[in-house]
């Protein structure tokens, strides 16, 4: 189970308690190596103090909804990659694979589309602007993760453009002044095969220099994606070969000043069939940083980050010859934090991106985009009050042309010991993708959506709310939250039918662009939580998820979203045992959506349930075996569904296909630690 906010969060009153975050946790998965009190809560410490690390935290100390994933929780269960983790774990976020593990995903959370959602590694910043629906979910393999961190709400003024309705910070392993490490060997259905392993410690006479070495490769040969396929299709399994390398180095010039440096080199085969043929990307995707950390007085912290990413891909139908398509994103970012008197905290900064991408595939040129930004945000302290903290920020950005100014409200009430109020009140600002603007090809001959240039920039205002708190019964401790929100979408943009009068001036194969929607967009919602421990050995989180997206002009739900989700995990860990076990449940309610010569297509309506176990084989826990099943009831279900013409048949003649689920499959790992 995820970490929630509050109540589990003790909350930071200085700056110079940063230093020692302290989260309270209710996943009895830690049990075995964290140590727990008598109602089953833990404490898991976190020895960051840059501004970077404990941005998150902050945030969640003044009303912020904050969920995270520990590696601990990741291992337990047996994810292969990030996205899994998030499918199954994280409450309020639902997450769907387009083809399994290593494959793009669509994700809501809050009412939101995948584009509205930032996807950030180690605070550098990920999506595809070429895409804004294209996660980059394939390409980061679980056994990077030392934490996930998923902000709920709108978070413009910390994280810039895209983060309208959320955040999700992949953490990687992070240093140690011992040396430890872990060798992962496993296999599995469908051809699965992984090998990964990491090592990390310190050098110097004080432990001055820091490394941290990871590697992984993961590979399967997949499983057939659609229920039908053209008659002609030879290749109808997805597979994926992801290999990645990561090395982080950390310099002490004195207890006050570091720095640290980090390089990620992914390369990876991706199938991506369609119902008729596959095609491969051969990625290579480079991410580099570097952080100057600089922390002379519990009243004051600087910090100056750079990065540079780059996404290249090779993308081809054999037999055909391949076409590129990839982006170079790079820049730089300066932040403080000051506290110039007892009640008042002042994060200030500056962002610095510039963007190039193209695509020779959908014939999207190499636009360059460049974005600055400047922001501040006050944060009160205890000293002002110790049940009451607020925190309210602005932020200016300028792109190209485009300018716009946001600005962030947040804070959180402690009506008693064990029950809080909290609201946040937020705006965002998302320009156009480049497919938005610049698509002119359409490679399957129907059903394309063209750009458009004249698109405007989406703004909205956010509204968050929720109460609270913690209760006993039967002397165990459990934690509720119940939250609302309601987000209002200015220029919303969306495919829309080509007018009829103006078909003609488009090339063949497109039969709609992009538009902003004229009327306000409203999409609200509300989260229930409830976590804890139903003994010293097992512990629950559930939740349930009501999401209202409805189109203005149908009264309908917006197609592809759910109205309602729920979540469950159940945790096994006796103590002073050397073997656990773990549930994991979703349920997708009833989705529809529009499709060619079918007209309005119901599907989702389905659970999917994960269980896993493992055993240690030694008293040092050392070597250990996991076992997984995936989807352990088999359920046969749709994450999507659309039409094709039949080949060989009437044009007029098509049939439906589906996009199915994973189907059971088994993962088994064993692992040495050291």
Excluded at 258 to 263: C, Q
Excluded at 281 to 304: G, H, V, W
Excluded at 542 to 558: A, F, H, L, N, R
Aim: with cysteine.
């Amino acid at each position: 189970m995820p970490v929630t906010k509050r109540p589990l969060f003790t909350p930071v009153t200085s700056l110079s308690a940063i230093s020692l975050l302290l989260l309270a946790v209710s996943s009895v998965q830690a049990q075995s190596t964290i140590g727990a009190d008598a109602t089953g809560v833990q404490e898991i410490l976190i020895s960051e103090r840059s501004i970077e690390s404990t941005l998150p935290l902050e945030l969640a100390n003044f009303g912020v909804d904050l969920e995270i994933v520990t590696d601990q929780l990741v291992r337990d269960h047996g994810f292969v990659d990030v996205a899994q983790s998030l499918e199954m774990l994280v409450p309020g976020l639902h997450l769907t694979s387009q083809a399994g593990a290593f494959s793009y995903v669509n994700v809501q959370m809050q009412g939101s589309r995948s584009s509205d959602i930032l996807w950030t590694l180690d605070g550098v910043r990920i999506n595809n602007r070429l895409y804004n629906s294209t996660s980059p979910a394939d390409t980061l393999p679980s056994s990077m993760i030392e934490r996930v961190e998923v902000l709920k709400g709108s978070h413009g003024l910390m994280y810039g453009t895209q983060a309208i309705a959320g955040v999700v910070n992949v953490v990687t392993r992070g240093f140690s002044s011992t040396t430890d490490g872990n060798i992962t060997v496993g296999t599995g259905s469908h051809g699965l095969q992984r090998i990964n392993g990491y090592v990390r410690g310190a050098l110097g006479q004080q432990n001055q220099h820091k490394l941290v070495l990871w590697a992984s490769k993961d590979e399967t040969d997949g499983y057939e994606i659609y229920d039908r396929y053209q008659p002609t299709a030879t290749d109808k399994k997805r597979g994926y070969d992801v290999n990645s390398v990561g090395l982080k180095y950390g310099f002490e010039f004195t207890p006050d000043l570091s720095l640290s440096m980090t390089g990620i080199v992914t390369e990876a085969e991706l199938g991506y069939p369609n119902v008729s043929r596959i095609s491969i990307n051969d990625r290579t995707e480079n991410i580099f940083s570097a952080k100057l950390d600089y922390i002379p007085s519990d009243t004051a912290k600087f910090e100056l980050k750079g990065y540079y990413h780059t996404w290249d891909t090779d993308y081809y139908t054999p037999p055909n010859p391949s076409d590129y398509w990839g982006y170079e994103d790079m820049g730089m970012s300066a932040a403080a934090v000051l506290s110039p008197h007892r009640y008042f905290d002042y994060h200030i900064g500056y962002d610095f991106q510039t963007y190039t991408g193209q695509d020779d595939y959908l014939l999207i040129s190499g636009e360059r985009e460049d974005v600055h930004a400047v922001y501040t945000q006050v944060r009160s302290s205890d000293e002002l009050s110790e049940r009451f903290r607020v925190a309210a920020g602005v932020r200016y950005n300028e792109t190209g042309g485009n300018d716009a100014t946001v600005w962030n409200v947040s804070g959180v009430y402690d009506l008693t010991d064990n029950l809080y109020v909290q609201a946040m009140a937020a705006t965002s600002f998302m320009l156009p993708s480049a497919e938005n603007l610049y698509r002119i090809h359409c490679p399957s001959g129907e059903n394309c959506t063209h750009g458009n240039p004249n698109l405007a920039p989406e703004e909205s205002i956010a509204f968050n709310a929720g109460v609270g708190g913690n209760f006993n019964l039967l002397q165990r401790q459990f934690s509720w939250q119940v939250s609302g929100w309601d987000r209002t979408v200015d220029n919303l943009i969306t495919r829309a039918a080509i007018p009829a009068a103006l078909v003609g001036q488009f090339p063949d194969g497109f039969t709609n662009t992009f538009i902003n929607i004229p009327n306000e967009v409203d999409v609200t919602g509300t989260e229930l939580l409830l976590r804890g421990p139903i003994s010293e050995s097992l512990s629950f989180d559930v939740s349930y998820t009501y999401s209202k997206e409805v189109d203005t002009g149908t009264g309908q739900q917006i197609q592809d979203r759910p109205r309602r989700q729920y979540k469950g995990s159940l945790s096994y860990a006796p103590q002073n045992q050397r073997f656990g076990a773990n549930l994991a449940m979703k349920y997708v309610g009833d989705k529809s959506t529009d499709v060619t010569g079918f007209g309005r297509q119901a599907y989702g309506d389905y659970y999917v349930l994960d269980a896993g176990a493992h055993i240690y084989l030694d008293a040092n826990e050392q070597h250990r075996v996991t076992l997984r099943l995936e989807n352990l009831l088999d359920e046969k279900y749709a994450t999507s569904t659309s039409s094709a013409a039949l080949t060989g048949s009437d044009p007029q003649e098509r049939f439906q296909w589906r996009r199915l689920g994973v189907p059971r499959t088994v993962h088994l790992n064993y692992s040495y630690s050291f």
